[in-house]
């Protein structure tokens, strides 16, 4: 039953990517547009193309971040503005299935735009993506999108309690992420102190790992490659326990507080 | 006309409501401050990043101008279009604005000088940072400023006419196509040459940078706060000459603008789509 709960929660996603023609345009080529003004920054100071290759990586995964904030964090929030949240809760399904869905479908929809920004890069600004490095980019690119997206199930959690400033804590969650976890640019540019702090979302390290595993030391890491993929494993287990954790405790207080529905009139 | 602006004048205070009163007035401005300071720093880093080659002070003064004048694009023209989405389907009352005897475009209007208002906020705490923190050199005298605040408003003019169409096409559109809105800003953000030279893009990308105002108007803003001008193609133009382009373009974009909303509102309301729910 949790199996359908997750495929279920997955489908509506998968099949709402693809049924509006606006919105498989809006997730391709616009965040493309958005994403190229940062590269011509690069080309209009002249800077070398390996900085350029920065940017579209970033951009690609500044999608997901974005997916996980909009669509994760946020999700249950407006869900319960919706009233379906008290549907979910009287089904007898797990809620982690039910993030889970929601995380998946999420990834499938998100994957869409972070293809057409890769191609994108690499066919127009001709980004260099070498293939003999793509399959150990990928495999620490699904490390970090388990480890992002569980951090996204504990946000979805805490984000329904915190009511409507949820919507606008998300905003705070978007550009200052950009600038914290280095989307446009090397993190280690920020210092040990800050990068240090960057690290503790595991998109951070994730693509600072992506950009060694392409361009080595010319990608500037933040720390030695080796030590990326056994953090975003820990991060992975330690948020989806937290996230277990969160759910529970949140829909706990949610029901003594009646915070689970809106008040009518 | 009294009716009119007693109904922008609720509009403000309601949109107002729904953007600050969820948060204790610290909170709010940090919210209200993020985006523009963080952008601004993204931008400080990646000069940063290469200034052993050509990036110079001046070169970031000039990328920072037009990012950080490009928040009123952003915010305006996404905002009115979420203000539809928002009303019609997270607090259902778009309905009730329409079963009230008001008109839209006065509705409209009220919630878009919140969003001029909590743009405003955001371009000056970026200004303030620049000159204060970065120590960009940015005029603030008494003849620049007076200059600026007419740039300023002659520009959003244009921004709001092109928020009024996108608004109209929220109207008959799913909540996601706001993706579509987002991104047409983005569209702007690089067409227009916020944060690089316009030169910079190939010459078919140049010819529609010259026919949007914006590229015009943070030409405008650029030379007013720094006295140099900045696009290559723009070089040779007059400030008058600027100006005068601005205001055309505004009085097109109002013409076209104002005629696509009126359609774009009849269609939602034969179609019953003002009460339209849409998320999934």
């Known amino acids: 039953m949790n199996l359908g709960a997750v495929l279920a929660r997955a489908r509506v996603r998968v099949v709402a990517s693809w049924r509006e023609t606006s919105w498989v345009v809006g997730e391709t080529v616009f965040p493309f547009l958005t994403m ?3 590269v011509l920054v690069y080309r209009g100071l002249n800077a070398p193309r390996i900085y350029e290759a920065f940017v ?19 999700q249950f929030f407006w869900e319960k503005e919706q009233g379906q949240l008290q549907l979910y809760l009287i089904t007898p399904v797990s809620r982690m299935s039910i993030l889970l869905g929601m995380a998946l479908g999420g990834i499938a929809m998100t994957t869409t735009r972070a293809v057409a920004i890769l191609l994108g890069g690499t066919l127009l600004f001709h980004v260099p993506l070498p293939a003999d490095r793509m399959l150990p980019a990928f495999g620490l690119f699904v490390l970090t999108l388990a480890a992002v997206y569980a951090l996204g199930m504990i946000l979805s959690s805490v984000f329904l309690m915190w009511g409507r400033s949820a919507w606008h804590t998300v905003t705070l969650f978007q550009e200052p992420v950009y600038l914290l976890s280095g989307f446009y640019f090397p993190v280690r540019l920020l210092g040990a102190f800050v990068g240090g702090l960057a690290a503790l979302l595991p998109i951070t390290l994730g693509l600072d790992g992506i950009r060694q595993i392409f361009y080595g030391k010319e990608a500037h890491g933040f720390i030695p490659l080796a ?9 992975f287990a330690i948020f989806l326990f937290l996230a277990h954790r969160s759910l529970l405790l949140m829909e ?3 029901k003594r507080e009646g915070r689970l529905t809106l008040r009518g009139g | 006309m009294k009716r009119s602006w007693d109904v922008t004048r609720a509009a403000t205070w309601l949109g107002w409501q729904v953007e600050a009163n969820w948060a204790d007035p610290v909170l709010f401005l940090a919210y209200s401050f993020a985006k523009p300071l963080a952008t601004t720093l ?18 970031f003064l000039f990328l920072f101008i037009g990012n950080t004048f490009f928040l009123y694009v952003s915010e305006v023209l996404v905002g009115l279009s979420w203000t539809i989405f928002r009303d019609r389907e ?4 778009l309905k009730y604005v329409y079963l009230a005897p008001m ?3 006065s509705y409209l209007a009220g919630r878009a000088i919140t969003k001029i208002a909590t743009a405003t906020l955001g371009t000056a705490a970026a200004l303030l940072f620049g000159s204060l923190v970065l120590r960009l050199p940015i005029s603030f ?29 929220a109207l008959v559109m799913a909540r996601h196509s706001m993706n579509l809105n987002e991104g047409l800003t983005g569209a702007f953000y690089l067409l227009c040459g916020a944060v690089f030279p316009i030169e910079v893009l190939p010459q078919w990308a140049q010819r529609i940078s010259l026919a949007l105002p914006f590229t015009y108007w943070l030409e405008l803003i650029r030379r007013i706060l720094t006295g140099h001008p900045y696009a290559g193609p723009l070089r040779g133009m007059g400030d008058g000459a600027l100006i005068g382009i601005l205001a055309l373009s505004t009085l097109l974009l109002g013409t076209v603008a104002l005629a696509w909303f009126a359609w774009c509102e009849h269609t939602a309301r034969a179609r019953g789509l003002i009460d339209w729910k849409t998320n999934y």
């Open chain 1, 252 to 254: 706990n207080l949610g």
């Open chain 2, 42 to 59: 993204i931008l400080f880093f990646m000069v940063q990043v290469v200034s052993a080659g050509n990036a110079t002070r001046e070169t």
């Open chain 2, 141 to 169: 005298s008494p003849e620049t400023l007076l200059a600026l605040i007419g740039a300023i408003l002659l520009g959003l003019g244009g921004i709001l006419f092109l928020g009024l169409g996108l608004a109209g096409a």
């Open chain 1, 56 to 74: 579209v990586l970033g951009g690609a995964m500044t999608a997901y971040w974005n997916n996980v904030l909009w669509s994760m964090a946020s």
């Open chain 1, 227 to 235: 030590w990326i993929p056994p953090i975003e494993i820990a991060l």
């Open chain 2, 90 to 93: 997270d607090f259902e009352t």
């Open chain 2, 103 to 105: 008109r839209m475009l």
């Open chain 1, 36 to 38: 190229a003004a940062f």
